[in-house]
């Protein structure tokens, strides 16, 4: 463990020796997770991309990508796109990464179940905009809104995220 990870602790997410306060999954924390459990796993996780809504935000880093009006998220476990992102129209269960909220402004995507995802292991674990302080996820972790832009232009590509 270094000051570079970002680490889940009882106070919030530590990162570079600070401290930010969090939300995590309504289902607490796991060591077995489950689709639909809405919990956040337990382990080290790596960062493998940034999403951004471009007609929001500027782009928080140099290797995030913009969400587009189509851009989906696969959560359907029957899928072979299963854990996925997915483009509309798109005739499996997914959730739509351009939301009229803020939440999915900026997401890091983890390497939870991902990119070969196992059906029932549960789809994205995404770090993202809590919708209001420590409002429960469903498994992902959630930051206040310039926090997460903060730490979105800090961070590198495979930071790791450290749970449990």
């Not at 997770?33 to 880093?61: Q, S, W």
């Not at 899928?79 to 269960?93: C, H, I, Q, T």
């Not at 930051?143 to 495979?158: P, W, Y």
Request: charged share 25%; with cysteine.
């Amino acid at each position: 463990m270094t000051s570079q990870d970002l680490v889940l602790t009882p106070r919030g997410v530590r990162f570079l020796g600070r401290y930010y306060p969090c939300s995590i999954g309504k289902g607490g924390l796991c060591v077995n997770k489950r689709e639909g459990d809405g919990a956040t796993p337990v382990g080290t996780h790596r960062i493998v991309g940034m999403l951004y809504r471009a007609d929001r935000v500027a782009a928080p880093n140099k290797w995030a990508v913009p969400i587009g009006p189509n851009d989906l998220w696969s959560d359907d476990s029957g899928d072979e796109s299963y854990n996925l992102k997915v483009r509309a129209p798109y005739g499996f269960s997914h959730e739509r990464l351009r939301r009229a909220d803020p939440l999915y402004d900026v997401v890091w995507l983890t390497d939870w179940n991902y990119p070969y995802a196992t059906a029932g292991q549960g789809s994205a674990i995404f770090l993202h905009q809590w919708r209001r302080p420590h409002y429960p996820t469903e498994g992902c972790i959630a930051f206040r809104r310039d926090h997460l832009l903060s730490l979105s232009r800090r961070i590198a590509f495979g930071t790791k995220v450290i749970v449990g």
